[in-house]
């Protein structure tokens, strides 16, 4: 059984945290296979056992015309199925290019690498340098690290905060031309950068297109042909997990997309006809929201 992983936030090197998630992803799901065994060995059940591997670079998108269905494919998933198998039982491996990346961060102490002899592996070509991951076994240290990360945490929510309206991406998408324009020139007046489409398809090839993490934001309509707005958030959101939303219709939709999308909340949909007022006040009370 194999599962695929898509860590979207590095797609920026220097959000440091989205690759030491990687890490600590990674070695979680191994330890968490140690109590599942466990709980097998109790019943008389045979164990199992687990490799992960890890790889940097860049994915690309496939996207279905007929059903609009994301799948990811490329170089890195091709090297993590070669260096896969070179993982021990229960083990975590990652290739030479991520480990490249992990080597100028400030957490690279905080993990053990080792990289495996060459010669030990003659299938696999020599650019495929491999190296397990274990965590640093010293719970002084750990525990200077997790303080560490938790300070940069809150630095990083300050900034965050600080944040202007020019420093924000909004996505906007409805099939009505006129509101369309409109709700560009109320947003836009603001400061805020804005990208429209009349068309959900076209707005979810362009999204596909950019940085995962490139839009604050994505407004849209919920009733439009091609893509309604919730079978596009749903392709969003294969995208970019955290995509941050708000539901714009005339129909009282509220409970089917509240019922779909437990983590929508209900100020993240509001019904037409929009006060320019009111839809400001919720566009700042989203993006600035830890």
């Known amino acids: 059984m194999v599962f695929l992983y898509y860590f979207l936030k590095t797609v920026d090197i220097k959000i440091e945290m989205a690759f030491q998630n990687v890490l600590d992803c990674g070695l979680a799901m191994i330890e968490a296979n140690k109590s599942i065994n466990q709980n097998f060995s109790q019943k008389g059940l045979s164990s199992i056992c687990c490799g992960i591997s890890a790889n940097y670079g860049k994915v690309e998108l496939a ?86 990360r938790n300070r940069m945490l809150i630095e990083s929510q300050k900034d965050h905060r600080n944040m202007n309206n020019s420093s924000f991406n909004i996505l906007l998408i409805d099939d009505d031309e006129d509101i369309l324009f409109a709700f560009n020139l109320i947003i836009s007046s603001e400061g805020y950068n804005v990208t429209s489409f009349s068309s959900s398809s076209n707005a979810l090839v362009h999204f596909s297109e950019k940085n995962p993490y490139f839009y604050h ?51 993240e949909i509001i019904r037409k006809p929009i006060e320019p007022d009111a839809l400001l006040c919720t566009i700042r009370s989203i993006l600035y929201r830890d």
Request: aromatic residues 10%.
């Open 63 to 148: 996207i279905s015309a007929n059903s609009q269905i994301v799948d990811l494919f490329g170089p890195p998933v091709n090297i993590c199925s070669k260096i896969n198998h070179l993982a021990s039982a229960n083990e975590m491996i990652i290739s030479n290019d991520l480990f490249e990346v992990l080597e100028t961060t400030s957490f690279y102490q905080e993990y053990s690498f080792k990289a495996l002899e060459k010669n030990t592996h003659e299938d696999i070509a020599s650019e495929y340098v491999a190296y397990p991951v274990y965590p640093i076994d010293d719970s002084h240290r750990r525990k200077e690290f997790e303080d560490k």
């Open 217 to 267: 934001l994505v407004i849209m309509d919920i009733r439009m042909p091609e893509l309604n707005g919730i079978k596009l958030y749903s392709q969003l959101r294969v995208l970019n997990p955290d995509i941050k939303v708000l539901f714009l219709s005339a129909l009282n939709a509220l409970d089917e997309v509240l019922s779909i999308f437990p983590e929508i909340k209900h100020s």
